[in-house]
Every structure is written in C-alpha cells, then in structure tokens.
C-alpha cells in the first residue's frame, strides 16, 4: 500500500511540475545525493549570465554533517540458512552515527564541481539466543558504508543545466579501519537536464542507476524545487528518492514534511558459504516517511532533528551483485523487518 502510495505521489507531482507559472520576475533573496549542494552562479566573464542551482529559500547547504541515528525495537524474520531454521527474532534498537563532508573543488560562473565524503554504520542489539548466521552478523560486526561522491552543476545559460552525480560505496559487515576489497565498490550514478524557470521554480528529468531499493536499479528522476509566491512554503525534490514539503517559519528555522527511500547493498563476509550462497549481497532498503525540524544555533552552526516511521522496503539476501530489472527471480535467503520509529539527529555546518 505504501509503495502504490510513493508511485501516486510521483505521478501527481509531476503532474503538477508543468502546471506552474512561468514568469520570469525575480525576488529578494539547501535517492546515496543532495541536489542542493552547490554555490550560486552568476556573471561569466564577457558578460554573459548563468542560472543559479538554487530556488529563493531553499534549506540550506550542508559542508560538513555529524549525526545520530535510532531505530526503536522491532522484530526481525529470518529464512533458513544452512542448519539454522526460519527464526523470529526481537530487535532491540538499531542505532549509529552518520557522518557527511562536501565541499566546491571549483567554483567558476560557469561550472561547479563539489567531492564529498559520507560514512554511516548501524548497530543491531539483536535478542539472539538461537544464534541465526545472519543475526549472529549482524549484531557482532554491524553495517557499514563508506563512500565518495562527486557533484558537477553545469549552466549553459541562465535557464538550462544539466547536474550529474556519481557516487563509489563500500558497504558491507566490516570493521574500520579494515575495508573490503575495491572490487566490492558499488557505484551509483545520476544525469538530469534541467530548467531554471526563475527564481522560484527550477526542475529537471533524468535518469539515475541507483541502490536505493538495496540492489542495483535504473530509473527515470525527476528534479523539482519550487517556492510559493509567499515565501513560506516550498517544495524540495528528486523524485521518486525523496520528496520534501517546506515550511519557512524565518532565515534560521524551518520545518519539513515528506519521505526519502534510502538503500545499499552489503557484502556480508560472515555468511559466506552458509547454505550454498557463494557472495552474500544483503539488499537493504527502507522507505522513511518523516517531519524534520532545523534551526540555526549561532552563525552557520544548525541543528536538524527528525522523527519518523521507517517502513522496511527489503531486507533479503541474493548471491552476489545482479541487476534483476523486472524479474521475479527468488532470493538466495528472503527476511522481513516489521516497520519501526525512528529519530535522527545531527549537527551541521552550512554554506553562508
């Protein structure tokens, strides 16, 4: 239901993207991939002008991002795996820090370039007396991705762009400062032709290969930032990876509404060889619907708090890294994660 719910929401807003004004007339003046991460252009030398990648009161820009994240208890079902029988098992919390760095290599009127860095783990406290071989994982070695990214914002003139996002991860049961071997990268990538309309409205269509669905995936994007005639209310998109509702309550405050399907696929080491599979690829994937709240406590240093439901997209296990396109192939090991609160909450140093 809620999935049927994220593709409706995809058609209306699309839908409502080619129903907006047009009008040029200006105002005073932030799936892994943060669409909004990149300084203003401006005036090229001779003259001539380039759109800016962002919309009047968009949420600030994150430089550097450091995090918490909570998962309530919930339950975790497992298949069976070599000797160890389909279990039902109490998960306790799920819980971890998140780190995000992102920074303009160049910064010139007509290109930008931006490198980021992001590290998330998740700890699992797993009631596991029957001693599963994934829970057992799990709970001994966690998860983990590290990964880069690089952002490139292209203005051919003041109304078109194209934005490109690639991203390297490395996500899997390993223990820092030990990684797994660079044939286990799992690369992402996104292309979109977009649209400054003026300075309230900018979006784009594109194509993205992405493992927010926890395995490898192709699918059409679409880029969104709108701000009301008002300048209270926004919204803030990259369809179907996210979709955000924006409230201005003043320049340091401000509020959102809305979800983001978040994803990877990790090498789980522990596993491997138990009941046959060769390269066990846990495809994680959740979809958070959530309200989040960020506030500036002084200068540029803001605070983001977030509370939501984390609806469990999958949790299976396949052998190694495929794309299944539209298939309906069996996985090598099928769990099932009940839904669960979560909170996040971090500290952040923006752009001025």
């Given amino acids: 239901m809620i999935r049927?719910?994220?593709?409706?929401?995809f058609l209306l807003f699309s839908t409502f993207l080619f129903g907006q004004e047009t009008d040029s007339t200006t105002d005073e003046d932030d799936y892994i991939e943060d669409f909004s991460i990149y300084a203003d252009v401006e005036i090229a030398d001779g003259g001539k002008r380039f759109c800016t990648s962002k919309v009047f009161d968009q949420s600030p820009n994150k430089l550097v991002s450091v995090g918490y994240d909570f998962q309530v208890g919930h339950?975790?079902?497992?298949?069976?795996?070599g000797d160890s029988p389909a279990q039902e098992l109490d998960v306790q919390s799920v819980q971890g820090f998140r780190?995000?760095?992102?920074f303009p290599v160049i910064s010139k009127t007509n290109i930008l370039v931006n490198l980021g860095l992001n590290y998330w783990e998740s700890h699992y406290s797993i009631d596991n007396d029957q001693q599963h071989p994934l829970s057992t994982a799990l709970q001994e070695n966690a998860l983990r991705t590290t990964g880069i990214l690089v952002t490139i914002f292209k203005p051919f003139n003041e109304i078109n762009f194209i934005l490109f996002q690639g991203a390297a991860n490395l996500s899997g049961d390993y223990f820092l400062p030990d990684f797994l071997p660079l044939d286990l990268t799992r690369f992402s990538a996104t292309l979109i032709y977009g649209w400054k309309k003026h300075d309230r409205l900018l979006y784009g269509f594109g194509l993205t290969r992405t493992y927010r669905i926890g395995e490898a995936n192709y699918v059409p994007v679409i880029l969104y930032n709108y701000t009301f005639p008002s300048r209270e209310w926004g919204i803030e998109a990259a369809f179907p990876a996210r979709a955000n509702l924006r409230?201005?309550?003043?320049?340091?405050?401000?509020?959102?509404?809305?979800y983001e399907l978040e994803g990877q696929s990790y090498r789980i080491?522990?596993?491997?060889?138990?009941?046959?599979i060769a390269n066990p690829e846990l495809r994680r994937s959740e979809l958070r619907i959530r309200a989040t709240f960020e506030h500036s406590l002084k200068d540029f240093i803001w605070l983001s708090a977030q509370v939501g439901l984390r609806y469990n997209w999958s949790f299976n296990v396949d052998d190694g890294d495929f794309f299944r396109g539209f298939g309906d192939e069996d996985y090598a090991l099928e769990n099932d994660l009940s839904n669960a609160l979560y909170f996040n909450i971090s500290l952040n140093l923006v752009s001025p």
Avoid at 4 to 9: E, H, I, L, Y
Avoid at 75 to 81: A, E, F
Avoid at 269 to 276: P, S, V
Wanted: glycine letters at 22%.
């Fill in 75 to 81: 339950t975790l079902s497992l298949g069976r795996l």
């Fill in 99 to 102: 780190f995000g760095a992102n």
């Fill in 269 to 276: 080491g522990a596993i491997e060889g138990i009941g046959g």
């Fill in 247 to 258: 409230r201005n309550f003043s320049s340091r405050s401000l509020a959102f509404v809305g």
């Fill in 4 to 9: 049927s719910g994220v593709c409706f929401t």
